[in-house]
């Protein structure tokens, strides 16, 4: 699952749709965790869509992101200053790709 240190453990190397990314960022293979509150690991996201669907704020949006090795879309945490820390996206992601810095 995504590292909950990664903002320790990696170095932020830019944005993409005003949203904070994490490194290594190799396309279109690796691609980095994006988000900070709300983070998603990309290389590790499949795309199976529990979260948007169901996050009571809607913080996600999808995006695509084709060759990637595991899936050619992920979601992008673009309203992740709305979170309301309710943990569900944490908890029904089925390959852990979320963190969530409810402290
Ligand atoms: Fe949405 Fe809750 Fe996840 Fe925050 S913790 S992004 S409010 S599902
Ligand atoms: Fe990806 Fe997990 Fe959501 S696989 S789409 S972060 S439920």
Redesign the pocket.
């Known amino acids: 699952g995504i590292d909950p240190n990664f903002d320790q453990n990696r170095e932020r190397v830019g944005e993409e749709n005003d949203v904070p990314v994490w490194g290594p960022v190799e396309p279109p293979e690796k691609l980095g965790i994006h988000g900070t509150h709300v983070a998603?690991d990309y290389d590790i996201?499949?795309?199976?869509?529990?979260?948007?669907e169901n996050c009571p704020v809607d913080v996600f949006t999808w995006v695509d992101t084709p060759d990637h090795p595991v899936s050619e879309q992920?979601?992008e945490p673009t309203r992740e200053d709305q979170c309301i820390d309710c943990m569900l996206?944490v908890d029904?992601?089925?390959?852990d790709?979320?963190d969530v810095d409810a402290s």
């Open positions: 998603v996201c499949l795309a199976d869509g529990a979260c948007l992920k979601v996206c029904i992601c089925p390959v790709a979320i």
